[in-house]
């Protein structure tokens, strides 16, 4: 139903006390707001409470209107006021009117401080947390899936602006509309800078948008996808064919269902690329990230191999890309991060390639480009020879966090050399 839901806390208010304690002052008040901004009373009821030794306490208080109500509550102990007014908007918009009545409340309160919110009732908004400050929200249209599996809860929602979006333990994970940006970047710049990629390894990954990156480049001769999982493969079968592209009934990919740090651990192949495809580093994720799976990785590569991951956000999570980046650049000659903006994770993201042999940023705009037109790579729509360059330029900020962090090996001048010896 459509409406609009205005909800407020206000803090150490400074209005008249008897507001807070009297129950027909603040009835009345709250009658004439209500009678003013147009709105239809219906009936109401106003309960004063009394402390242990007669003192005044606060008031609650119940205004039910044709169009919906207001609700109000108040701390004089605290100085403090909740309240919040509700109205349909099926015959007219009473927004309007609802706000017009809070903003009475707020005005006799005369809090210092004060938390409102506007809710529209008739749209759901799915929200992330980035870190304990910041965060954003996707609009859903539509609710087409949810459940809980061996492994965590799972969502699929239709939405305006990102098409079908898939969650995972409250987190975006893809999208429709937008993923090509995470998964050409996460894919392209290793294996494009590889001169000959032929085996490639992805942990994690079950909506099949790295694996069917992967097989665009016509060397590769088999593309093993580890998920550990299975409820996600399915999921993506049936409602994001316009992420994987059918690469799951691609001849070269080879489906593991099972716990892709076993797998790593036990495995002897080689492989030119493993790709690490996964949520944030945090619950069961978490032992993914360590140095000791790293190092696996890392024996895992064959002569000239790399590995390529996500690290997360270097604006909102700083700490843990700092983190991530030091363990790689422990284990790997070269560990090159870079950034790119992703719509659905709502703001800078970082990524690295790490490698003993193959140094993806020193490869040009001109040789990326004419490797992409030699393997006629298809339907890029984020990625190209320019494009490569500019994900290894490095904001200063995240300079520090990654390359600048790294003790650098010194240099130390032979004795003879300095002396002036030969």
Same mark, same amino acid.
Request: proline share 5%; net charge negative.
């Given at each position: 139903?459509?409406?609009?839901?205005?909800?407020?806390?206000?803090?150490?208010? /400074? @209005?008249? %006390?008897?507001?807070?304690?009297?129950a *027909?002052?603040?009835?009345?008040?709250?009658?004439?707001?209500?009678? /003013?901004?147009?709105?239809?009373?219906?009936?109401?009821?106003?309960?004063?409470?009394? @402390?242990?030794?007669?003192?005044? *306490?606060?008031?609650?208080?119940?205004?039910?209107? %044709?169009?919906?109500?207001?609700?109000?509550?108040?701390?004089?102990?605290? =100085?403090?006021?909740? +309240?919040?007014?509700?109205?349909?908007?099926?015959?007219?918009?009473?927004?309007? #009117?609802?706000?017009?009545?809070?903003?009475?409340?707020?005005?006799?309160?005369?809090?210092?401080?004060?938390?409102?919110?506007?809710?529209?009732?008739?749209?759901?908004?799915?929200?992330?947390h980035?870190?304990?400050?910041? @965060?954003?929200?996707?609009?859903?249209?539509?609710?087409?899936?949810?459940? /809980?599996?061996?492994?965590?809860?799972?969502?699929?929602?239709?939405?305006?602006?990102?098409?079908?979006l898939?969650?995972?333990?409250?987190?975006?994970m893809?999208?429709?509309?937008?993923?090509?940006?995470?998964?050409?970047?996460?894919?392209?710049?290793?294996?494009?800078?590889?001169?000959?990629?032929?085996?490639?390894?992805i942990?994690?990954?079950?909506?099949?948008?790295? %694996?069917?990156?992967?097989?665009?480049?016509?060397?590769?001769?088999?593309?093993?996808?580890?998920?550990?999982?299975?409820?996600?493969?399915d999921? !993506?079968k049936?409602?994001?064919?316009?992420?994987?592209?059918?690469?799951?009934?691609?001849?070269?990919?080879?489906?593991?269902?099972?716990? @892709?740090?076993?797998?790593?651990?036990d495995?002897?192949?080689?492989?030119?690329?493993?790709?690490?495809?996964?949520?944030?580093?945090?619950?069961?994720?978490?032992?993914?990230?360590?140095?000791a799976?790293?190092? =696996?990785? #890392?024996?895992?590569?064959?002569? *000239?191999?790399?590995?390529?991951?996500?690290?997360?956000?270097?604006?909102?999570?700083?700490?843990?890309?700092?983190?991530?980046?030091?363990?790689?650049?422990?284990?790997f000659?070269? !560990?090159?991060?870079?950034t790119?903006?992703?719509?659905?994770?709502?703001?800078?993201?970082?990524?690295?390639?790490?490698?003993?042999?193959?140094?993806?940023?020193?490869?040009?705009?001109?040789?990326?480009?004419?490797?992409?037109?030699?393997?006629?790579?298809?339907?890029?729509?984020?990625?190209?020879?320019?494009?490569?360059?500019? +994900?290894?330029?490095?904001?200063?900020f995240?300079?520090?966090?990654?390359?600048?962090?790294?003790?650098?090996?010194?240099?130390?001048?032979? #004795?003879?050399? %300095?002396?002036?010896?030969?």
């Amino acid at each position: 139903m459509d409406g609009i839901h205005v909800v407020a806390n206000l803090y150490r208010c /400074r @209005g008249e %006390a008897r507001y807070s304690t009297d129950a *027909g002052v603040l009835r009345q008040f709250c009658i004439d707001s209500i009678q /003013r901004s147009g709105l239809t009373i219906v009936g109401d009821l106003f309960h004063p409470f009394i @402390g242990e030794n007669g003192e005044a *306490g606060g008031v609650t208080g119940c205004v039910v209107l %044709a169009e919906s109500h207001l609700a109000i509550h108040t701390w004089p102990e605290l =100085n403090s006021v909740t +309240l919040d007014v509700y109205v349909c908007n099926f015959t007219q918009d009473n927004t309007a #009117k609802a706000r017009q009545v809070v903003d009475d409340l707020v005005g006799i309160f005369a809090p210092e401080d004060f938390v409102r919110h506007d809710v529209p009732r008739d749209r759901q908004y799915m929200y992330e947390h980035l870190n304990e400050n910041y @965060g954003f929200f996707v609009r859903s249209s539509k609710l087409i899936e949810t459940s /809980r599996t061996e492994f965590q809860d799972l969502e699929i929602h239709e939405t305006p602006q990102f098409g079908k979006l898939f969650r995972l333990d409250g987190c975006f994970m893809t999208s429709e509309r937008e993923e090509f940006v995470y998964h050409e970047t996460l894919i392209h710049p290793a294996l494009t800078a590889h001169p000959a990629p032929k085996k490639v390894l992805i942990i994690g990954g079950g909506d099949g948008g790295a %694996a069917e990156e992967a097989l665009k480049h016509p060397s590769v001769e088999q593309c093993t996808l580890v998920e550990l999982d299975g409820k996600v493969v399915d999921v !993506a079968k049936e409602h994001f064919a316009s992420i994987h592209h059918g690469v799951f009934d691609n001849p070269r990919l080879r489906l593991l269902i099972e716990d @892709g740090l076993k797998f790593v651990a036990d495995t002897t192949e080689k492989f030119d690329l493993i790709v690490l495809d996964l949520p944030d580093p945090v619950g069961p994720a978490e032992q993914l990230y360590e140095e000791a799976f790293f190092r =696996n990785c #890392k024996r895992a590569l064959a002569d *000239g191999g790399a590995l390529s991951l996500h690290m997360g956000s270097p604006w909102s999570r700083p700490d843990r890309v700092q983190s991530l980046y030091a363990r790689l650049a422990k284990l790997f000659k070269t !560990a090159r991060p870079y950034t790119m903006f992703i719509p659905l994770y709502g703001c800078l993201w970082s990524m690295a390639v790490c490698s003993d042999s193959l140094d993806v940023a020193a490869e040009t705009p001109a040789g990326i480009d004419k490797r992409i037109a030699s393997r006629t790579l298809p339907d890029l729509q984020y990625y190209n020879g320019a494009t490569h360059q500019a +994900l290894f330029a490095l904001p200063n900020f995240v300079r520090k966090l990654t390359v600048d962090a790294v003790p650098r090996p010194t240099l130390v001048t032979p #004795k003879s050399r %300095a002396a002036g010896g030969k």
